[in-house]
């Protein structure tokens, strides 16, 4: 039995502290700090994560047999290690192995070290602005410019004219989001699909494909957010697709990462497009991603709990997994008004409950807070509103029924999620 501590305080972790309790190895739930919907089932604690210390403490004296690491910047900041020299389990990777994310650059040159199909590309460091702009003055368009370092999702610009490329360079050079360099690399055709891999540092299990919407505005337009809204399976990834990202994706980046001394362990958020029969990566993440998490988690048929904690040992235990696609799962993601830019806090929400009637309908908190017994909300992305469906239509008209009894000043949602693949 698990004894499990779950880091992180989003709609992904309660969708994850959601399914750790559902599992039968678990015996007991600590978040920390969690969220008012995930306080409602989990005991939500605070402790400060960026202090490793005071998270090996808590772990050693309440015998936590798992910790479960949610987001990518205690990830990038050597959590894991940290417990891991404490003796203590993490599904979660190393400070060393977090860099696929944590550095584009990093990640690109792993990729053309072990072949895995990505975008060709060119690295920058802090100290070639100038090179830079003669690179991207002579680049095919458009032309995609990313920042190296964390940058929450802001990095990326894919330009569509040389002026907007160069403007993309000065404004990374610029020192908005630090002193990393940049990578420019060719502009990738296709769909964008989301597949996650449980991998244990040697072996991985992939679970159902999802596509999130990350524009704002309906039609995928307006500005970039964390994402609005996704669906699972996608059925734009074939079984053929998986079998191609198993064997040209993760099992090389399982094997070169091994090779390289930094084996990982964790959840490999696959970011690809694909075009026909082609597959390329567009970008790893260290983690679960944001809200398709909600989706994967929905269809999985699986003791989780288990699962990770296999997978943190470097056991990986399949047995633990009875079915990765069962039907179907949307998740609306409803934001604050102004999200991605500046928005309102604080606001009253009410309709959850009315909302949570049908049996099929979860309401993930992802920006929310609790004041005298009241429900506010507390950031850019509000509530995740998740059905399960026998059918994605069916899991679509469930969710978006849901969504109408639902409100709060300022109630904003895209109303074509999955509408692409209806
Ligand atoms: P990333 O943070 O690397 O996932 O980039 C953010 C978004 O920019 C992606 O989800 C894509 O929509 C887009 N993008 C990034 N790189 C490329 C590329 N090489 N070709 C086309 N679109 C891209
Ligand atoms: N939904 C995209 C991400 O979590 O990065």
Not at 72 to 95: C, H, K, T
Not at 348 to 377: M, W
Not at 410 to 421: F, L, M, V
Request: glycine share 10%.
């Amino acid at each position: 039995m698990e004894r499990i501590l779950l880091i992180g305080s989003g709609g992904r972790e309660h969708a994850l502290s959601s399914a750790l309790l559902r599992s039968s190895s678990c015996e007991k739930l600590w978040v920390a700090p969690g969220n008012p919907g995930i306080a409602r089932d989990a005991e939500c604690i605070q402790l400060n994560v960026s202090d490793h210390l005071a998270v090996a403490r808590f772990c050693l004296k309440n015998n936590v047999t798992l910790v479960v690491i949610g987001p990518e910047q205690p990830l990038a900041e050597g959590l894991s290690d940290a417990l891991r020299e404490e003796n203590i389990d993490v599904f979660g990777p190393s400070q060393a192995a977090a860099q696929l994310e944590s550095s584009k650059g990093f990640s690109k040159d792993f990729m053309a070290r072990h072949h895995i199909p990505t975008a060709p590309y060119r690295r920058f460091t802090s100290a070639q602005h100038a090179d830079a702009l003669t690179y991207t003055a002579q680049h095919a368009l458009p032309v995609v410019v990313k920042y190296d370092g964390l940058a929450a999702g802001k990095g990326v610009v894919v330009a569509t004219t040389h002026d907007e490329a160069r403007d993309a360079v000065d404004m990374m050079y610029d020192g908005v989001f630090g002193s990393d360099g940049i990578v420019i690399e060719g502009f990738l055709i296709g769909h964008e699909a989301s597949v996650f891999a449980i991998c244990d540092g040697r072996d991985m299990i992939t679970l159902a494909p999802a596509q999130d919407h990350k524009r704002i505005g309906d039609g995928d337009t307006g500005k970039n957010t964390g994402g609005m809204g996704a669906y699972a399976p996608a059925p734009l990834v074939t079984e053929a697709h998986l079998a191609t990202i198993r064997q040209k994706i993760v099992r090389p980046l399982l094997d070169g990462m091994r090779e390289e001394g930094m084996p990982f362990i964790g959840c490999l958020f696959c970011g690809l497009m694909i075009d026909g029969d082609e597959v390329n990566v567009v970008e790893f993440n260290v983690r679960f991603g944001d809200p398709e998490t909600q989706c994967v988690l929905s269809v999985l048929d699986a003791d989780v709990a288990a699962l990770f904690a296999s997978a943190a040992r470097g056991e990986l235990d399949a047995s633990t997994v009875r079915s990765t696609h069962v039907g179907f799962a949307c998740n609306v993601v409803l934001a604050s008004k102004g999200y991605p830019d500046s928005y309102a806090k604080g606001l009253p929400i009410i309709g959850i409950t009315a909302a949570e009637i049908d049996p099929q309908v979860t309401v993930y908190h992802a920006g929310t807070s609790e004041q005298d017994g009241e429900l506010l909300t507390n950031g850019g992305r509000v509530l995740g509103v998740t059905a399960a469906g026998d059918t994605l239509a069916d899991a679509v008209g469930r969710a978006y029924r849901a969504v109408d009894k639902i409100e709060f000043h300022g109630k904003t949602y895209r109303k074509d999620i999955a509408a692409k693949a209806l």
